[in-house]
């Protein structure tokens, strides 16, 4: 596609701007930990070995629950009608952001949450018991957190996946020969699918290594995760502490690596072993257990965790055991503070502009093969990318700065943007383009007049997706914005450490608000740009 | 040798005056335009929303936009200056106000992190009540480099429906938990809510109190403070989690005293409760009570970094913090409930009514005040206390 180095070079331009400079950032930030010493005093820090422990067991644990219960579920019920009803429910939890399901989690399990609440008139509790069911020092409720969450995400992969005709078919196939639905996902479908989740999987493990907001939310406090620790290293003006938490950093990157090496080691096993499974003509088809309605707690506890959300936002007085509030009010929504409502639709709308703008001129015009080092921040822990931009911000002095923290963001949006745009953009009739340049249009003026309108739909997709990943984003916000840049997300985790659940949920609920209207706007304005093209609809 | 000494007292004279504010009128028209990053704690939600009623006046009254920057730990904001200063950033840091007082104040003041003296230079300071201690910090003179803002005094809260008869002192504290077993903890130090926690205690405890206004020494604390630690082994097995875990902070003890998770809360503002049952997060059976024999009261400051940008518009704010009008705004219960510096006497009789508010909820005892250790002592208890009891 491309016929000019000029024009691939100034290709590269807008997607350099938001790496390039990440790269001298990362020297600056992590090369203290080049010193043995300072190895030598992350192992001699008392809090380091009981977070790593912690760190460890909500991420790896959270991983593999949700890999399992998106494993168990699609096994259940695919394919069947079920199966895609779930796909417009996902779509709905997936706009959730994470600190906003991890505070609305929090109200339904805390010893004084919804739960116990619920629980209170049957065990005759008038104070709330003595759980240890939120902050736990193992860190399981963060990992069921993670597990519930990255669920859906996993859910939302497989059902990319199983939406390909090919695969389809061969369960078409199969069943028509008489196996049962276990059978064919353990004989033909597992086989194919296993590898090519292994980037989700990645990416979901990533997430739990370096999580900060929810693990703030529902992790321990003493000590906290390493990630949280390594955060709070990395920001403290001591320069020893900082070195400390680039070594540590390093070691979340390290942790991540080692559990990919134990995963390739456990998928040469699983090939070695997988010709004993193959079926040997034996039907057995057995309908999985009906009664196993699995979808209802996975899917139903994000609604009702937002429900949640939105009752505390309305609550007047309400105390344990009460299960619903003394009466609903408005105080909370009419005194809440919307100055990070604010700031988050602009740096938001800003950083998926900006993204997908860079991202039309990269497919267009740029080197498609160096894709994957864009797809990067994807699948390495947050924390020393983060720790990286940060660097180069102090050295450039943009920290604390709007442009610092809107740079902040772009490296987090444009793998999302990238990857929700190349299928479509790949796919894209070229006939079309050819005609255009035949027509005499020059390549920019084709793009512009042909090209780019065909493409309003995924656009508008990528728009909102970038949007909804710059919402969420937390350590970036925190880190550039030197504390001077609220955004609903940073709020809604500074507000969880306080008292007032009410002001807490309207944050809450702002940060889940955002996304959705963003998703919802990209599904409608398509529809009526192109009310007056037949074509189009 | 009288010849000897005049010399460099001329000096110090001629040094004095150079450093003699300039007049008020000129740093009001300095101040107009500027920025004014204001980093203070924002664990209240009372706090902000008069910080930023604050705010919407003195872009009005006087053109200077005030930027709260919200900090968990005023200590961060130390380090923070520290770092700038060291890094050679002089006159552009990001800090341009902060709230402050104790060891904070010290260490910045002793590191020659401040601006000033200007305090006492500002308009307002002839209001302000000099029979309260607004001149020295926690046994630190403050010499003019930090205004006060506020007094507070360390006040307990529970529930006359489940406490009826609350514990009047540590000897009572212990005695509590040990009838609720699970119900009692405090913040985790160094939350400063968590450390004037173990200082209370450690007043109340400590052989002799005298040592306590010394800087503190390495026999002097070992001595002073080893009934305080016996006190914490016998309670923190009866705490909530068995001790292994503390709240975050002062705001979730409130949450967690209002759904009957703890019996009892603390607070700095004495009307902190009052506030509470008025914003529904306090059930209206809360109150408040003190010790008998006296809880720990203090002055809590604003001052300004040495490298701060609008050291004028930092000065601006800071008056208009000490204004009467302001200051009866932030004692009102209905916005934060917080004690004025000012000498009330003195002012119209309209705003008197406004300091003298009270509402269910607040403290009504008349609890004796018991001066804050010297802060030296603050850094050596917080780091003692997290090295036995930090990590589980």
Known sequence: MTDNPRTLWLATVPVALVIAPVLPGLYWALSPAGDSAVWRALWQEPQWPLALQTTLTSALLGSLLAAAGAAMLAMLIYPSALWSRLQRHLAVLLSVPHAAFA??????????????????????????????????????????????????????????????????????????????????????????????????????????????????????????TLAVLVWRWLTDANPDQQALGGAASLVLLLLLVAAGGVACLAWQVYRHQRQRRLPKGQRRPHAPPAWLKLHVPMLGVGYLVVALLALWSLAGPWFFPALWPQELTLTSWRSANWQ??????????????????ATLIWLEWGPQRYNAVLYLPLIVPALPLVAGQYAALLKLQLDGQAAGVLWSHLLMVLPYTLLTLVGAYRGFDARLMTSARALGQGRFSACLRVKWPLLQRPIA????????????????????????????????????????????????????????????????????????????? | MKKILTLPLLALAWAAQAQTPAPWQTIEAQARGQTVYFNAWGGSEATNAYIEWVAKEVKGRYGVALQHVKVTDAADVVKRVQTEVSAGRRNDGSVDLMWVNGENFRNLKNAGLLHGPWAEALPNWGAVDLNKPVRSDFSVPTDGFESPWGTAQLTFIADKKTTPTPPHS???WLQFAQANPARVSYPKPPDFHGTTFLKQILIELTPDRAVLQQPVSTAAFARATAPLWAFLDQLHPLQWRAGKAFPASAAEMHRMLADGELRLSLTFNPNEAANLIASHQLPPTA?????????????????????????????????????PQAQAHKADVAVWGDGSVLNTAKLPAALQAKFNKKAPGALTDNVPTLAEPHASWVEALESEWLKRYGTR
């Open chain 1, 340 to 357: 990070p409502f604010w700031t988050t639709l602009w740096l938001a709308t800003a950083a998926s502009m900006w993204c997908v703008a």
């Open chain 2, 287 to 323: 109150y408040s009570f003190g010790f008998t024999g006296g809880t720990i009261g203090n002055v809590h400051f604003v001052a300004i970094p040495v490298n701060a940008k609008a050291k004028a518009g930092a000065q601006v704010v800071a008056n208009f913090l000490l204004s």
């Open chain 1, 461 to 537: 997709a990528a728009l909102a997706v970038g949007f909804a990943v710059s919402v969420a984003q937390y350590l970036p916000t925190l880190f550039a914005g030197g504390g001077r840049f609220a955004t609903v997300t940073t709020e809604a985790v500074a507000l969880s450490a306080g008292g007032n659940r009410r002001v807490l949920a309207v944050q809450a609920l702002l940060q889940v608000a955002l996304p959705l209207a963003a998703f919802a706007l990209a599904a409608l304005w398509p529809h009526w740009n192109s009310r007056h093209r037949l074509g189009l609809r």
């Open chain 2, 170 to 172: 540590a000897k009572e």
């Open chain 1, 103 to 224: 505070v609305g989690l929090f109200f339904l399990l805390a010893p004084s949450g919804w739960l116990a609440r619920a629980l209170a008139p049957l065990m005759g509790w008038s104070s709330p018991p003595n759980w240890v069911s939120v902050q736990d020092p193992y860190g399981l409720s963060l990992a069921l957190a993670l597990a519930i969450k990255e669920s859906w995400f996993l859910l939302w992969m497989l059902m990319a996946l199983l939406g390909e005709q090919a695969v389809a078919r061969q369960m078409l196939v199969a069943r028509s020969l008489g196996y049962g639905r276990l059978q064919i996902w353990r004989a033909v479908l597992w086989p194919q699918l296993l590898p090519r989740l292994a980037w989700p999987m990645a990416a979901v493990l990533a997430y739990g290594l370096s999580v900060v907001d929810m693990a703030i939310v529902l992790g321990p406090g003493t000590p906290p």
